[in-house]
């Protein structure tokens, strides 16, 4: 099916305790303007994807909130405060409805492409389907068709959780969209391919990047 058909859910954690892994790549003080650049730039490029209708943000964290919904996204609370699969799944299966058809994916995705979102949406089975992160292992994008629970297994090793529990893996040619950012080495990576514009931005403006192609962001501990 072709379309605006898929409402997009991102969770959100508290910018204060998110990211805990990339700690370091930028002085302590622009941690969290980091972290919510790559929210505003995910929820930019889910909400310029073709396939998709809606976007909500499951969200207790109110910086991110407000920027999310200053760019069109709908903000729910994080309910019911018990982790990013009981995030996801309120966000999907209550907050929007199994209804619908659902697409979960990672605030943390700065380099996604809304044609690679697009293209991946439009490989999905009407049960669930899962797009596995670059290494391979982790997941970033789960989806939902109408009438099907979300079932989000995210964590170590999320990509085979998923895999196991009857969800289809979808591939494609999508580095942006595989591209989450959890450590420095990931942030690097993300500027090769192209970050989005407030990503870019922030790392310009600390002087760990002359554009996107190219980057200075400091090492830090691996994957
Ligand atoms: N609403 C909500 N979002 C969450 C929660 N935990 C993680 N997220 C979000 O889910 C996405 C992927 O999460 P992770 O990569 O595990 O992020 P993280 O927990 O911030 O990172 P680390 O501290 O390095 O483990 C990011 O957009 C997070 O903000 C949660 O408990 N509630
Ligand atoms: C939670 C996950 O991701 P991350 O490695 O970004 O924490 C996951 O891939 O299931």
Known sequence: MSGADWTAVIPVKRLSAAKSRLRGAVPDAWHEALALAMVRDTVTAVGACEQVGGVVVVTDDPAAAAAASGLGARVVADSPAAGLNEAMSFGADVAVGAGRRRAVLAGDLPALRPHELGAALLSAPAGRGFVADAAGTGTVLLTAGPGTPLGPRFGPGSAAAHAASGAAALTGDWPGLRQDVDTPADLRTVLGLGAGE??????????????????RVPAGPSR
């Open 198 to 215: 407030h990503t870019c931005a922030l790392l310009r403006d600390l002087g760990l990047a002359t554009g996107c192609g190219s980057t």
